[in-house]
């Protein structure tokens, strides 16, 4: 039985559990875990990293992105402000004292946040939706709170009033009246226990205002590329695109639930992107990677494609990027 979603089965849903229909399945058993987890190549990452916060402005037209850390991110376009799977907990956990500890403080002070309109959920897992800053949120700002079908039941538990609307792969949700988002398919899989696994959908968001065309990519592996040819075919090529680069080794377990480096860049390619933005790396360790990593592969790889650097960059916290000035 769900305990997130009651709906008939569909393209993506069996009748109690979702998938990504004919990709690689990202369930890994608990041998499979443990045989990770005892392999001993887990990288050091520092304790601490040093960012400089920053202080947005209250509204943008011009598309301006600044990077909070990890998924979170602050999206201002068309006069609305959007939160990219907003956490600002010191561990991306269930727990308050152990789990994975953030290194770099978040890029924005949660008291220097603008007005927020609406919050993008894309999935369930801990480093992407953080019920302490719903919370805080909705206290603060009351955004509407959009995600994936199932993420409601997780998210009342702890906001029973919260703004939600849910939608499927490919439904629509209008957040202002010139800026709507679909949701778009990803490679992934969901999760707050070990017993309600894939119960919850996940996914990216194509923003589409008058100003820019963003696509937030969300968690998701590459599986055969099938969902990337459908996306640019729906939407065309964004303006922006906000790709995941880290938390991807080791390979064996990883890869089709995370993009390596090298496979972000495919996705740029399959999207035709006319800038990318890497994200999903350096706030908590996850993975084995060393932190630095994804970016200094990122980069190694558009050096060898030719590709200009500023196409394609990996945005630390406190990081802002400007569209088109």
């Given at each position: ?38 392999g001993?190549?887990?990288?050091t ?31 201002q ?21 152990a ?52 993420n ?9 009033d ?7 792969w ?28 894939r ?41 922006i ?24 860049l495919?996705?740029?390619?399959d ?7 890497g ?37 630390d ?9």
């Open positions: 039985m769900n305990r997130y979603y009651s709906g008939p089965t569909s393209h993506n849903f069996d009748g109690t559990r979702f998938y990504s229909p004919g990709q690689p399945s990202a369930d890994k058993s608990l041998t499979d875990l443990w045989r990770w987890r005892r001993g190549d887990k990288a990452w520092p304790k601490h990293v040093a960012i400089t916060p920053q202080t947005p402005p209250a509204r943008s037209d011009v598309a301006r992105i600044t990077m909070v850390g990890h998924a979170s991110m602050l999206i376009v068309a006069g609305v402000n959007l939160l990219t799977d907003p956490v600002w907990s010191d561990r991306a956990s269930p727990l308050s004292f789990g994975p500890k953030r290194v770099t403080a978040p890029g924005i002070a949660f008291a220097d946040l603008p007005p927020i309109d609406a919050v993008l959920l894309s999935h369930n897992h801990y480093d992407h939706l953080d019920l302490a800053t719903l919370g805080k949120l909705h206290s603060g700002h009351r955004p509407l709170m959009v995600m994936p079908l199932g409601d039941a997780i998210v009342k538990t702890a906001v029973q919260a703004r939600i609307e849910t939608g499927d490919h439904d629509n949700i209008k957040v202002a009246p010139d800026v709507t988002v679909t949701l778009t398919p990803a490679n992934h899989w969901s999760a707050r226990g070990i017993a309600d696994r119960m919850a959908l996940w996914s990216g968001f194509w923003i589409h205002t008058p100003h820019a065309q963003i696509w937030f990519v969300g968690d998701t592996g590459y599986g055969d590329g099938a969902i990337f040819h459908d996306i640019r075919r729906r939407h065309g090529s964004p303006d695109a906000i790709i995941p680069i880290g938390a991807y080794e080791p390979r064996w377990f990883m890869s089709a639930q995370h993009v390596a480096p090298e496979e972000s495919r996705i740029f390619h999207v035709g992107a006319k800038q990318a933005l994200m999903h790396w350096g706030t908590f360790q996850l993975t084995d990677e060393a932190r630095d990593a994804p970016k200094e592969l990122l980069y190694a790889s558009l050096a060898e494609a030719d590709i200009p650097a500023e196409r394609f960059v990996a945005l916290a406190g990081d802002v990027h400007l569209h088109g000035i």
